[in-house]
């Protein structure tokens, strides 16, 4: 919990406060980018199960936010998804459910919830925007978390028009960095890469990487995520969605995502690609017009310092690391 300094007009419960943007918007905040009249309080499973109503309730009511940014969620890899769209439907519903009702119960001011291009239909033009949400069905390999994450866009709509809630939605590209889940199996596309040219390199053998390597994906460094989340919390007002990405022209291939940890790692080793896997959507290219029009300087990190940082620290903790 980060305490504030004098008055409190801001009281912000950061829901999957542990997680990969959880973390990155902590550690922004506390290098400077919280401001005194914000109390920052980072809260995880372990302080309440958030697909129990009552429980999800009893937090609010303990900590009496008047801002909440939801990130929590069950997620995980393409792999992952195909084995268990039941239960991403069914467990995300229930979150996402009992946290924005609880937010409308206990009078939060404003709710930004966390969604993902995933959620965009499979067949559609490119770029997508943020008027294309609804307009297919999303890719069969994840559709039952595309939907649990697109109904927060629905539920956000029906609490402004019912009750006047300010509650919106960011839909991120790709997020990486520090405190991902870098499990193999189950993880996201670039910290399970990072995770297999570590190993290959302890054990000198070559790196093998599934699919062709040709699907082309938008990469956002959890840190630039986590100082955009605190942008919207401040100052933006639309109940629409916002798209929070690099530009189309930084979109990279997975085969040069991971040439650029190979380098990062100085890997020495043979890249295979295991064109028996599935590659997923082959790309899912957004536009980041909107955000623009309104940060049109904002400062990205580039990729590859990006990827080299997210490498010394998965190395630097990789005991602890999530895996």
């Not at 199960?49 to 009496?64: I, V």
Request: charged share 25%.
């Amino acid at each position: 919990m980060t305490e504030a300094v004098g008055p409190v007009a801001k009281r912000i419960l950061v829901t999957g406060g542990t997680g990969l943007v959880g973390k990155a918007i902590e550690k922004v905040v506390a290098d400077g980018e919280g401001r005194p009249d914000e109390e920052w309080i980072f809260v995880s499973s372990r302080d309440a199960d958030l697909t129990n109503a009552t429980e999800t309730k009893a937090l609010f009511e303990q900590h009496k936010p008047t801002h909440v940014i939801h990130l929590a969620a069950m997620v995980g890899g393409l792999f992952k998804n195909i084995r268990y769209n039941l239960d991403f439907w069914r467990r995300n519903i229930h979150i996402n459910d009992n946290v924005l009702h609880s937010a409308y119960e206990t009078g939060v001011q404003k709710v930004v919830s966390c969604l993902s291009t995933c959620i965009f239909p499979d067949k559609t033009t490119y770029p997508i925007d943020e008027s294309m949400i609804h307009n297919g069905p999303p890719h069969s390999s994840n559709f039952g978390y595309s939907y649990a994450k697109r109904m927060i866009d629905i539920q956000n709509r029906g609490y402004c028009e019912q009750y006047g809630c300010r509650f919106t939605a960011v839909i991120p590209t790709n997020v990486f960095g520090p405190h991902d889940n870098f499990n193999i199996e189950d993880g996201h596309v670039l910290p399970g890469l990072i995770h297999k040219v570590y190993l290959a390199k302890q054990t000198g053998s070559a790196l093998t990487i599934w699919g062709t390597g040709k699907p082309r994906r938008q990469f956002i460094y959890s840190l630039d995520l986590a100082r955009l989340f605190l942008w919207v919390l401040r100052e933006y007002n639309e109940v629409e969605p916002i798209i929070l990405s690099v530009g189309e022209e930084d979109e990279v291939s997975i085969r040069e995502a991971a040439e650029t940890i190979v380098e990062a790692m100085d890997f020495r080793g043979e890249l295979v690609f295991d064109t028996t896997k599935a590659d997923g959507q082959f790309k899912k290219t957004a536009s980041n017009a909107k955000l623009r029009r309104y940060l049109p300087s904002f400062q990205f990190t580039p990729f590859r310092q990006a990827v080299k940082e997210t490498c010394a620290w998965f190395s630097a903790n990789y005991a602890n690391a999530r895996k």
